[in-house]
């Protein structure tokens, strides 16, 4: 069974100010994390995923987030935030036993202010 | 690149009424989904497809059906549409089984009178 858990359902944030996303996740297998983002009325775009491979992953926009096993987080980050950002993020966990299943965090609503 | 194609892109049915989300992939994906998105709950996995002929249920499969004759097409079958079916629905395609994410169509906001 796996499960994600978004610790803020809504962060607000001033333009240029970091970001910090908060994303908890339950698999009984060694899963691959992955961090969406929704912008209003838009389909979702993949931001970065995690595969095993290195613990700390950037992607696109100046998004990165790391692994964390010990804590069971993977944690998003951007250090500048820019009026562009503001989106719903999605927090997704898969394995390899659930045929590419995703399982989606509730989501975080992202405010940028001026 | 058209990715993955969703028609329509909006549609309001009455209580009863049936309909079909039509969903397309050009990216030659064995996978395929379908999500349904409501609120402040995310996505839910209404049915997915490991490829042609294979089709089987996710989390929230009730008053849906599935087909996939083609590793091309995943079209979603609404027969009696209620209420509790208005929501946004997403179909979604990938290469393996979870190491690459998936490509998200679109969207098709349906609503339930």
């Known amino acids: 069974a796996q499960s994600v858990t978004q610790l803020d359902s809504h962060v607000s944030v001033s333009e240029g100010t970091p970001v910090l996303l908060r994303c908890n996740y339950s698999?009984?297998?060694?899963?691959?994390l992955f961090w969406y983002v929704q912008h209003p009325n838009k389909g979702l775009q993949l931001l970065l995923k995690?595969?095993?491979?290195?613990?700390l992953v950037k992607g696109i926009n100046g998004f990165e987030a790391e692994f964390k096993k010990s804590e069971t987080s993977f944690h998003l980050t951007k250090p500048s935030a820019h009026m562009s950002d503001a989106a719903e993020y999605f927090c997704v966990v898969s394995t390899t036993d659930s045929w590419g299943k995703l399982q989606f965090g509730a989501g975080t609503q992202v405010v940028v202010t001026p | 690149n058209a990715g993955v194609t969703q028609t329509p892109k909006f549609r309001i049915l009455k209580i009863g009424q049936s309909m079909t989300l039509q969903c397309a992939q050009d990216?030659?994906?064995?996978?395929m989904y379908w999500y349904r998105q409501d609120p402040g709950m995310g996505l839910k996995l209404i049915y997915y497809?490991?490829?042609?002929?294979?089709?089987d249920k996710g989390e929230v499969p009730n008053g849906y059906n599935v087909s996939r004759s083609t590793t091309e097409d995943f079209p979603l079958r609404l027969e009696l549409a209620a209420p509790s079916q208005t929501s946004v629905y997403f179909c979604?395609?990938?290469?393996?089984?979870?190491?690459?994410?998936?490509?998200f169509g679109q969207g098709t906001r349906l609503t339930v009178v």
């Open positions: 698999s009984s297998y060694s899963p691959s």
């Open positions: 979604a395609s990938s290469y393996s089984s979870s190491l690459t994410g998936a490509f």
């Open positions: 990216m030659n994906h064995n996978y």
């Open positions: 995690y595969t095993s491979a290195a613990t």
């Open positions: 497809s490991v490829g042609a002929g294979i089709t």
